[in-house]
């Protein structure tokens, strides 16, 4: 269902690892070109590798673009867009996906903590969006998407800041797609349930999240990264408007 997106471009952010590099590779399969976007350059590099191994001759290295990036450095965001602009003549749709999360009690966070959160999770979407659909009013139309959570969506204990992350960037992306009806721009909020990826054993850092780490490890029914990649490809290639991808099975609001 994902075959037509072949010679499309989707520029990923937080595409070094987890749900965005299986995205990555779930695109890859199908000849998308991709702009892939994180801090660490090699594991980019690793995964633009794979990307090429995986297309099958579809992709060549030209095809798939290297930005490494801190993705809360707004001020790269416009200069590293046209990069990926100039490189492919183009670009059609933006997976916004880098962030991360933090487990602890609501009382022990530090209001710095709280910040850091909305500056991956919400202020660098919202930048980086708004950058994205003025170009893609300047071209007729696109897409935007992003990786929400179902943490975005219901309150999940020890997640208080992580959840407001999230929570923002669906209110955001309901007013973009309010705002755009009836023009050329596809909206997607993505809401995965919990899935095998670095992102929740980086979140235990502390006892609480150790704690509710093991809890988690012992009655573990999380869905895997690829599946995950698989469907966020699905529901790109579809433009799907809101998606609950929760312990496999997948719940589709269009
Ligand atoms: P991973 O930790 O595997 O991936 C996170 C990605 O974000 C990495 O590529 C990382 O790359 C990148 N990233 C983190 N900080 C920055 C930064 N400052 N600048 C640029 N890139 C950054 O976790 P997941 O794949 O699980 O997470 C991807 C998305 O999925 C997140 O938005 C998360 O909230 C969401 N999600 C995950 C769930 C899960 O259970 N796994 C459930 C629901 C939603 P690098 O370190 O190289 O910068």
Redesign the pocket.
Known sequence: PIGHLRGKVVFI????????ECTALALAKNGVKLIL????RE?LERVKRKCIEVSQNQLTQNDVLVIP????DLSLHRKNWDYAVRHFGKVDILFN?????QRALFETIDIAVDRQMFD??TFSVINLTRIAVNYFNSVGGGHVAV?S???GVIGVPFSSSYDATKHAVHGYFNALRAEKIGRNLAVSIIC????F????S?SFTNTIGQKYGKNVQSTDK?MT?ERCGQLCAVILANKIRESWVALSPLIFFT
């Open positions: 952010t937080g595409a070094s690892s987890g749900i965005g976007t994180a801090r660490r594991e990036m801190d993705v809360t996906n880098a962030g991360r999360s991956l999770n990786v959570s179902l943490a995965p349930g919990p899935t990826t670095n992102f929740l980086e999380r990264g």
